[in-house]
């Protein structure tokens, strides 16, 4: 963990002395979503595509009824990369990340156009199955959720389900796999029959975050995972993240600029449903393309 803050000082130090060169804009007034909509086209700045693409998104659209949500928005998730997405609440950075395993089927009027491919199949052909496309690209939530059930049968119910396993000694050796990859698996392993409930709210996360490895997904896609954590939990998870993307392509929408500074490769800005840069972590926080870029993460809005 501490080699991690280590390694991002350079580029959060960036980050500061953008904040502190600029006093003048800071001072001045928000500008309000009318001035900001018509201030420039909204042309994506950036590069928002990779050699080695894990998974791909064209013109993808979202619609809840006849209100637009995602407008038109071309990006790649790179292979063993974690690609943070960050913006102002409400600008559609959830809802895309939904869309990437079809939770947004879930919303009666919710409505998604475009093209999405996990390692060039359409996830939203006619003949995609959610269920197996949900263990592929696997999803944690702001709230941690453990089944009310112990903690061997949060990580079990998966592999179960699925049918992954063909007995309790190839069970037994996934479980204890995932929760050794979610960091989780010395502080557990003497109870594993104890409720997965009576966790603290950080091991609570790890353990959803081992029930997601546990059916072995290519994609794992993180909404907020420590908003509703303390620091050391928040911590504990970085670190875990970190040690993931060396087996798995991560997708995590924060609030906390910070910790997308921390943990992410490369990052995403959403603005009012438009995808406004993509780039390497380090260059968007000290050298932002795009004006609104620059002025969300310098605070003059959002």
């Known amino acids: ?6 390694n991002n000082t350079a580029q ?5 002395s953008l904040v502190a060169a600029q006093p003048e804009e800071t001072s001045q007034a928000p500008l309000s979503s009318s001035e900001m909509v018509n201030r420039e086209e909204r042309i994506t700045a950036g590069n928002p595509f990779t050699d080695n693409p894990r998974m791909t998104c064209r013109n993808v659209n979202v619609y809840y009824g006849d209100k637009p949500a995602i407008n038109d928005v071309s990006i790649d998730i790179a292979e063993h990369e974690v690609l943070a997405m960050i913006g102002p609440s409400g600008c559609g950075k959830s809802t895309f990340l939904r869309c990437l395993n079809r939770m947004n089927d879930t919303i009666d009027i919710c409505r998604v156009t475009g093209d999405i491919k996990l390692d060039n199949m359409d996830i939203y052909g006619k003949d995609i199955d959610v269920v197996p496309l949900r263990a592929q690209v696997g999803m944690v939530f702001q709230k941690p959720n453990p089944f009310p059930k112990s903690i061997y049968d949060n990580v079990a119910y998966g592999p179960k389900i699925h049918g992954l396993v063909a007995n309790k000694t190839e069970l037994d050796q996934v479980i204890e796999n995932s929760l050794i990859k979610a960091g989780l698996w010395n502080e557990v392993k003497d109870r594993l029959d104890q409720p997965g409930t ?6 609570q996360q790890r353990l959803c975050i081992a029930r997601a490895i546990a059916v072995g997904p290519e994609v794992i896609l993180m909404d907020e995972p420590c908003s509703a954590l303390d620091p050391i939990a928040t911590a504990i998870i970085e670190e875990l993240i970190a040690e993931l993307k060396e087996q798995f392509t991560i997708v995590i929408v924060t609030h906390n600029m910070q910790q997308a500074a921390r943990v992410s490769q490369r990052t995403a800005y959403f603005h009012l449903g438009d995808l406004l840069e993509v780039g390497r972590t380090d260059k968007l926080f000290t050298a932002p393309s795009h004006q609104l870029t620059e002025d969300y993460i310098t605070g003059r809005f959002g």
């Open 12 to 16: 959060l130090a960036g980050i500061n």
């Open 1 to 6: 963990m501490i080699q991690i803050l280590q």
């Open 198 to 203: 009576g966790l603290s709210g950080g091991q």
